[in-house]
């Protein structure tokens, strides 16, 4: 395992894997690496001779008042998780090296699929988010990308802006790891007190009934209360079935056979959650 922390000497690293005829998986973090982030490590070192993962706490995807002081950081752990799961680099820049002089001119953007749902209420968050995964794609080079459905919008705005953009990296979307009760991974559950923790699968559960309305044929309405309702005791920021390629919202009742997403964000305490659920009727 090696750590590397500039992009020049990660390029250099990465170029001669692929010349010695070896394939590179990237799996991109913030660090806080939990089991979730192990699945996608061991799917990569499955599917590629080497695996290089990322840990970068990216300033451009937080807002103002957002929790980039805070967000946990344990960059030892984080390579002793990377490396025991067959990790053969840990690239972990520190700012000064991705954002030179502390600025970025140039802004990545995918608009439509940024405009609603995480975007609309995290003005500017996915902006960070293309832009700084538009360059860790860059600096890495040709090979396979893995990203966890748990992040779904930011699944497909990376799947987008890599298509559009012509870059040589196949995106992999690996399922959702949860905890025995359903609650998604997610470095940011380690804010929630145990009380707190305690109502957190609430939010699994509402997908969950809303998943029951719209496989039995009910519409998209009925749906979207059956969510809110189930996430009791949770601050609901939005609660919706889309499409699942658009994530525009669903207008009608599955036909049978049809498929969609259902989105939900809501905070808890001081603690925000997302999580989704894939459907077919």
């Not at 451009?60 to 030892?76: K, N």
């Not at 044929?217 to 920021?237: C, K, Q, S």
């Amino acid at each position: 395992m090696q750590v590397i922390d500039t992009v020049a000497e990660w390029r250099k690293a990465l170029d001669a894997e692929r010349s010695g005829g070896r394939t590179v998986g990237l799996v991109p973090t913030m660090g806080a690496l939990h089991e979730g982030h192990a699945a996608l490590v061991d799917r990569a070192a499955a599917e590629c001779d080497v695996v290089g993962v990322t840990v970068f706490v990216n300033p451009l995807q937080f807002g103002e008042g957002e929790d980039l002081a805070s967000y946990p950081r344990s960059l030892e752990a984080d390579v002793e998780l990377a490396a025991s799961h067959g990790a053969t680099y840990v690239f972990a820049p520190p700012a000064a090296e991705m954002y030179p002089g502390g600025r970025i001119e140039t802004v990545v953007r995918v608009p439509e699929l940024a405009a609603r749902w995480d975007g609309q209420s995290r003005p500017g968050h996915f902006d960070g988010v293309a832009t700084v995964v538009t360059k860790l794609f860059a600096q890495a080079g040709p090979g396979r990308a893995y990203f966890g459905e748990k992040d779904y919008q930011q699944l497909c705005i990376v799947r987008r802006l890599a298509a559009d953009l012509d870059l040589p990296i196949e995106v992999v979307g690996c399922p959702t790891m949860r905890e025995a009760d359903g609650l998604a991974l997610s470095s940011r559950n380690a804010y929630l007190t145990p009380g707190e923790r305690a109502i957190a699968p609430r939010l699994f559960t509402a997908l969950a009934r809303g998943a029951d309305v719209l496989a039995a044929g009910g519409e998209p309405a009925e749906a979207r209360l059956a969510m809110i309702a189930a996430a009791d005791g949770l601050d609901v920021i939005y609660a919706e079935p889309v499409d699942p390629r658009s994530l525009e919202p669903l207008e009608t009742a599955l036909a049978p056979g049809g498929c969609a997403r259902l989105l939900i964000a809501a905070r808890l305490g001081r603690t925000r959650l997302i999580d989704n659920l894939g459907v077919t009727r």
